[in-house]
């Protein structure tokens, strides 16, 4: 009785470290690491030959068009996160891209991505339960 | 077709007319699955390869990548007697149709070497591991190269469905998948029921299809015929099975859930009137191990076609042919040429190879987005959740985040030791468990597990985990096209470029199968053989 106790109280202790809704506050820096720093790495150097830097270069750091439409519905191998984040996530977790590692770009708002999303037409999927 | 069109006596059904009712209905019913058959398209589906008569003249293929695209392509061109050459990334063929057991190696590109150490017979299916019965176009192969075939679980009742985000006393339960159907589905036939008999939907029903329709409901429900109540029903189980002699003897049905509490814990999510076309009940998966079906091509291909470890550095072509420079498997650098290419690269790998084609293609290619996706096999030292639980194969419905679906092997029943799938995955989810170390993983799959299953942890032995997109020779699971890549890119990308051909199941409406694979190889062969021909 006590081992499963104890069981279950790892178990919440390891599903509170990992669960999003579980975070005191979700931050620009907490939605990278989630979603983006597998690929990208924490560094946001990302792996050479396979993810690229989010560190300078057009894309991250230039002006909007590209940027948030390429997040939205994927790009080049990039997976869609328009499903995964709401616009309010999506404009926190690009504004800390758009500020970390040396990048000194602007803020992006929620409203921005909301327009953005419309234009790429890119709104959120119900989750399948099955895929393949 | 009914002789007595309801004359207002609501409910009350004769035993009699009951039944003509039933075969009414019964009657109605086969003729509409009739009508389906042939409205189903089971006649347009690609189910065997094209024929490719009138000679290669000593046409050259290079064919870039060795999974079922590329097999596909390589057995069939050879033996219309074409010649091919097949480079290949990993040292096996087969590509995403990768199964993991007792020595399979795989290093992601963080660096995680992992080797599985299951023990001997067990193992996981990494990539695809189950094959819809309408995939005629797998089947065709697995028919061909006498792979042996079971039955996949892809449905089971009594599996469980465990919802944390609902809200009731059923919220964060592990409830039988049939328990869930039985009330949802009796209580929302009894409302109908209920409602039509007191004729309010008799703008839309005749007097005979209202009667008909009650019918129906009382059987798709299991309503009491009497007063069309929902009370239960066998098939959700009992508190005392049913057995031998008075005691037991006819046993103890279970009692419905409160219709609120099946509402709100969201359980219902996985009810669906019927299993999508890509999800039908019945599928089936190769005794052993999916990779049985690559092996099947292998052995099937001359010697020397595939050569493995070759990482194609450049793709080349001009008006008269194509050429490759590669690395092979000892570092050395090397070339190939030839008159036609077909490549089955992933566009995610492929858009980092430089390659000769129009700017067009190149934007085509990049517009498609690949899915991060997580598979983890745990060896389980016993199968508890056929001796305890009951459940035979089928799919553990949540909605933990990270863990997707868990499901239960339909092999090995009763065996000492059995190897499940801990987690599938796709999207931002999968991304984030993905960062974590392999052992984290699995510790992560276990701590989730244990809220399903009590005997999870103690019974944990092993794990192999596999994250797609961190895969250096795919970067991802599947093609996911947006609609307007569907429509913009994808038409552009299934014509060649010059000489190039692609081909994989990105180029098809069934990405990440491997029936997607498959076709999309028929098709582009077939059009490079009638090039080949009016040449």
Same mark, same amino acid.
């Given at each position: 009785m006590k081992r499963s106790v104890r069981r279950a109280a790892t178990a919440a202790a390891l599903w509170v470290a990992l669960s999003p809704v579980a975070m005191a506050a979700e931050t620009g820096q907490s939605l990278y690491n989630d979603n983006c720093a597998a690929c990208h790495q924490r560094s946001g150097l990302g792996i050479k030959g396979a993810f690229p830097t989010l560190i300078g270069g057009k894309m991250v750091t230039g002006p909007l068009p590209a940027l948030i439409p390429t997040v939205l519905n994927g790009r080049g191998g990039m997976p869609a996160f328009k499903s995964d984040l709401t616009d309010a996530q999506m404009a926190l977790v690009l504004s800390y891209i758009r500020s970390s590692w040396g990048n000194k770009a602007s803020a992006i708002t929620t409203v921005q991505v909301t327009q953005a999303r419309i234009k790429a037409s890119a709104a959120a999927k119900p989750k399948n339960l099955q895929a393949h | 077709m009914l002789s007595d069109p309801g004359t207002g006596s609501g409910g009350a059904f004769t035993r009699r007319r009951f039944f003509e009712q039933l075969a009414a209905v019964g009657g109605v019913s086969l003729a509409m699955a009739g009508m389906d058959a042939l409205g189903f398209g089971f006649a347009s589906a690609a189910t065997l390869p094209p024929s490719l008569p009138g %000679?290669? =003249? %000593?046409t050259r293929i290079i064919i870039l990548g060795a999974g079922l695209a590329g097999l596909t392509a390589a057995y069939e061109l050879g033996k219309a007697g074409y010649q091919v050459q097949v480079l290949e990334a990993r040292g096996v063929a087969g590509g995403r149709v990768e199964t993991a057991r007792k020595g399979f190696v795989d290093t992601d590109l963080m660096g995680n070497r992992q080797e599985c150490d299951f023990d001997d017979g067990q193992y996981i299916n990494v990539g695809p591991w189950r094959i819809p019965y309408h995939h005629q176009s797998t089947l065709h192969y697995v028919r061909k190269f006498g792979v042996q075939l079971e039955l996949f679980n892809n449905d089971n009742d009594a599996a469980y469905v465990y919802f944390e985000k609902g809200k009731g006393p059923l919220a964060g339960k592990p409830i039988r998948k049939g328990q869930i159907a039985a009330d949802a589905r009796g209580y929302t036939a009894e409302l109908m029921a209920k409602v039509a008999s007191k004729g309010d939907l008799d703008a839309v029903l005749s007097p005979a299809d209202r009667q008909t329709f009650i019918a129906y409901l009382v059987n798709e429900g299991r !309503?009491?015929? $009497? @007063? !069309? $109540?929902? =009370? %239960?029903? @066998?098939g959700r189980g009992f508190d005392i099975a049913p057995g031998a002699g008075v005691s037991p003897g006819a046993g103890k049905e279970t009692t419905p859930f409160a219709f609120a509490d099946v509402l709100n814990s969201k359980a219902w999510s996985v009810l669906n009137s019927v299993a999508g076309w890509e999800q039908q009940r019945t599928m089936l998966e190769p005794v052993g191990g999916m990779d049985m079906i690559p092996r099947g091509f292998v052995k099937n291909i001359p010697e020397g076609v595939i050569q493995y470890k070759a990482l194609v550095d450049r793709i080349q072509q001009n008006a008269k042919g194509v050429k490759v420079s590669y690395t092979d498997a000892s570092g050395k650098k090397a070339e190939v040429a030839g008159d036609y290419m077909i490549c089955t690269i992933p566009l995610s790998v492929l858009k980092n190879i430089k390659m000769d084609v129009s700017k067009p293609f190149l934007e085509a290619m990049s517009s498609v987005a690949y899915a991060p996706v997580n598979k983890i096999g745990l060896q389980m030292k016993t199968r508890f959740w056929e001796e305890k639980h009951w459940i035979y194969g089928g799919h553990i419905y949540n909605d933990i985040p990270g863990i997707g679906t868990i499901s239960l092997p339909s092999t090995g029943w009763h065996s000492q030791k059995g190897v499940l799938l801990g987690y599938y995955s796709f999207g931002g989810e999968a991304a984030k468990i993905s960062a974590l170390s392999p052992d984290e993983r699995a510790k992560f799959a276990v701590a989730q597990g244990q809220r399903i299953f009590p005997e999870y942890t103690e019974n944990f032995e092993k794990a192999f985990s596999k994250s797609w997109h961190l895969d250096p020779h795919n970067l991802g699971g599947w093609a996911e096209w947006s609609d307007e890549s569907r429509k913009a890119a994808y038409p552009v990308l299934c014509e060649p470029d010059g000489r190039i051909y692609l081909s994989g199941e990105h180029l098809s409406h069934l990405t990440g199968w491997q029936a997607g694979a498959i076709e999309s190889a028929w098709q582009q062969i077939a059009k490079l053989h009638q090039r080949v021909q009016q040449a």
């Open positions: - | %000679g290669a =003249k %000593g !309503l009491q015929r $009497s @007063d !069309l $109540s929902y =009370k %239960g029903t @066998d």
